[in-house]
Each structure stands twice: as structure tokens, then as C-alpha cells.
């Protein structure tokens, strides 16, 4: 019996290694190039213009990947279409994509559970985030990380599915609580294409201070929950 555990341990180990390898090439050969394409502002509005809708498309499957891999930033994306699109539809273009992908990652995740979720998210963070497991207050906790900036939204994601949240208030939740994020990203991204420079320095020293207040909070959060969680196995 204590072998058969050992050997599954082992599998289970492997298959993580494996899976983060994979995640790991992912990114160095498609998501780094897609960032850097991004990055790129008038040539990725040059692209965009001559691509018409097919751009459109191709900057929504962009940006469903980046939700998909973890590890890919969101925050380029956000700009170059604020950069390509303008405010209004960058925004439109992006909170499209986040919420079918998020859709997608959480109908995936009930189906297959924890076994899915180490594919992309390591078992470590996946520990640090078990206070996602407080039924009572499930919706607001979700919906408050969601609203802060600077918090781990795309490993979240994947998180959520595992909560006994429905769909229909996840989609709510993860569009409306991403909605100021990726505005003041796509507003400074409009403000460089518009070539209005100082005011996007200003959104951006603005959005780096608060995301780092927001990080600063959500570690009082999960380090509050795992105190809370540890007093209660001392009892």
C-alpha cells in the first residue's frame, strides 16, 4: 500500500513537471513573441487596420490564450488595445475575451477538477489559496480580488471552478470586477496612440500604485485566512 502511494506521488509529480515544462515552452514560443508584438503599439495598429475584422478575431483568441496560460501578463494586451482600438472597444474587446475564457476554464475545471488545475497552477499556490473554499462568503471574496488590481486573476480563474459557484455568478463577477482594471490599461494604451504622453505616464504611475496597494491587500487577505486556518487546527 505504502509503495502504490509512493508510485502515485511520483506520477502525480512527474505529470506536474511535465505540465509545467509544457507551460513553460508555450510561453518562450508563443506568448513572448505575442507580447512582443503587442509591445510593438503602431505596428500591431498597422496590423490591426489591415486585418479589419480578422484582427479583431486574432486579438480575441490573443487574449483568451493569455487567460488560458497563467503565466502570460494581461496588462500588454490591455494596452496594445487601448494602443489599436481606443477605450471604448479595446475594453469591449477585452472583457469579451476574458469572460469566454474564464467561462471555458471553469466548465473545464468542474468537469475534471484538481487534476486540470495542476496543469497550470502549482500545488503550492494552490494551498495558499484554500480560503476560496469559504462557502459563506465565497462571492464577495471572489468578486473583491477580482476588483483589486495587482491580484493573480488568471490563476484565480482557475480556482474558482473548484468552488461550488455557480456559472451564471462567476461570468457576472469576472466581467464586471475586471472592468477597472483593463479600463485604466486601455486608457493609457489610447493615450500613447493619441500621443498624449504625459497623461499616460500619469495612468500608469497612477495603476502601478494602486496595484501595489492591491497586492499588498490580498496578501493580508490569504495571510489572515491561512492564521485563521491554522488556529483552527491548533484547537
Not at 488568471?154 to 477597472?180: C, E, F, N, S
Not at 493609457?188 to 500621443?195: E, M, P
Amino acid at each position: 500500500m505504502e509503495r502504490e502511494r509512493r508510485r502515485k506521488k511520483q506520477v502525480a509529480l512527474l505529470c506536474l513537471g511535465a505540465a509545467l515544462g509544457v507551460t513553460g515552452l508555450i510561453f518562450w514560443f508563443v506568448g513572448r513573441p505575442m507580447l512582443q508584438f503587442v509591445s510593438q503599439p503602431e505596428l500591431f495598429r498597422d496590423w490591426v487596420d489591415g486585418h479589419g475584422v480578422f484582427g479583431r478575431l486574432a486579438f480575441l483568441g490573443m487574449m483568451m490564450f493569455q487567460v488560458f496560460v497563467a503565466i502570460i501578463p494581461g496588462e500588454p494586451l490591455e494596452i496594445g488595445a487601448g494602443y489599436a482600438f481606443g477605450v471604448l472597444e479595446g475594453t469591449a474587446l477585452c472583457l469579451l475575451a476574458t469572460t469566454l475564457a474564464s467561462g471555458v476554464i471553469f466548465l473545464i475545471v468542474k468537469k475534471y477538477g484538481m487534476k486540470f488545475v495542476t496543469l497550470f497552477v502549482a500545488e503550492e499556490k494552490i494551498r495558499s489559496l484554500k480560503f476560496l473554499q469559504n462557502a459563506r462568503r465565497l462571492e464577495f471574496i471572489v468578486f473583491l480580488l477580482f476588483f483589486i488590481p495587482g491580484t493573480p486573476k488568471d490563476v484565480l480563474t482557475y480556482m474558482v471552478g473548484l468552488t461550488p459557484m455557480k456559472l451564471r455568478v462567476w461570468l457576472l463577477i469576472t466581467t464586471v470586477a475586471r472592468i477597472p482594471s483593463v479600463v485604466t490599461s486601455t486608457i493609457g494604451g489610447d493615450a500613447l496612440g493619441t500621443q498624449e504622453y504625459l497623461f499616460a505616464v500619469i495612468v500608469f504611475v497612477a495603476t502601478a500604485a494602486v496595484s501595489g496597494l492591491g497586492v499588498l491587500l490580498y496578501r493580508a487577505i490569504r495571510c489572515r485566512h491561512q492564521r485563521r486556518e491554522q488556529g483552527e487546527r491548533d484547537v
